[in-house]
């Protein structure tokens, strides 16, 4: 089981015996998933004892099975399959992670202020602590707001009516936090008319 959060490198070592008193040797080693992890095998003691180190080879977010087969001379056990579960999931989980504001008139008698302000929550999945260090917008017409709610944050993204442009839009909010994964992105359209 490689398992851990996104950006984590995950290593485990497998260690197979000979419960026989007859000597084996491990022949070959094939992976359905490759490209997924490396592995290594080592003689810890020769004819009775190997250790397998697998490491994965992503640490991009993401679960998949797969088998490592060893192919060994013994008459027993010609093949040992282990089965590899891979799940990597994210420190902290943002919804929602996009915002669509549909189609803003700022000139309407009715328009509502309120359209213009959105709220995206941040929910610590590592449980190490989260603390948010910076939250960056792609545009000086976008303001954020950080509100910490015990492990989770809410902020709220609020547009500038006054500074908005004519047209369709397509923003980003970066939220940079204490963990060592890349920012988080919130993305942010609509159009004003």
């Known amino acids: 089981?490689?398992?851990?959060?996104?950006?984590?490198?995950?290593?485990?070592?497998?260690?197979?015996?000979?419960?026989?008193?007859?000597?084996?040797?491990?022949?070959?080693?094939?992976s359905t998933i490759d490209d997924?992890?490396?592995?290594?095998?080592?003689?810890?003691?020769?004819?009775?004892?190997?250790?397998?180190?697998i490491e994965n080879r992503s640490t991009k977010e993401g679960r998949f099975l797969g088998e490592i087969v060893m192919t060994t001379d013994s008459k027993k056990k010609p093949r040992v399959t282990l089965v590899v579960i891979y799940r990597l999931q994210q420190e902290v989980m943002v919804?929602?992670?996009?915002?669509?504001?549909?189609?803003?008139?700022?000139?309407?008698?009715?328009?509502?202020?309120?359209?213009?302000?959105k709220e995206v929550t941040l929910r610590d999945i590592r449980g190490d602590g989260l603390v948010i260090k910076k939250v960056k917008s792609s545009s000086d017409w976008i303001t954020t707001k950080n509100i910490k709610k015990g492990k989770e944050y809410t902020i709220v993204i609020t547009l500038d009516k006054d500074k908005l442009p004519k047209g369709d839009f397509e923003e980003n909010i970066d939220i940079h936090t204490n963990y060592k994964n890349k920012s988080l992105i919130v993305g942010i359209k609509g159009r004003v008319i």
């Open 1 to 30: 089981m490689l398992e851990g959060y996104a950006g984590d490198k995950i290593k485990k070592k497998v260690t197979i015996t000979s419960l026989e008193e007859h000597t084996f040797k491990i022949t070959d080693i094939t």
């Open 36 to 53: 997924k992890i490396k592995y290594k095998l080592k003689t810890k003691e020769k004819g009775k004892e190997y250790v397998l180190e």
């Open 95 to 117: 919804k929602p992670a996009s915002l669509s504001l549909g189609t803003i008139d700022t000139a309407s008698e009715n328009f509502n202020a309120e359209k213009l302000s």
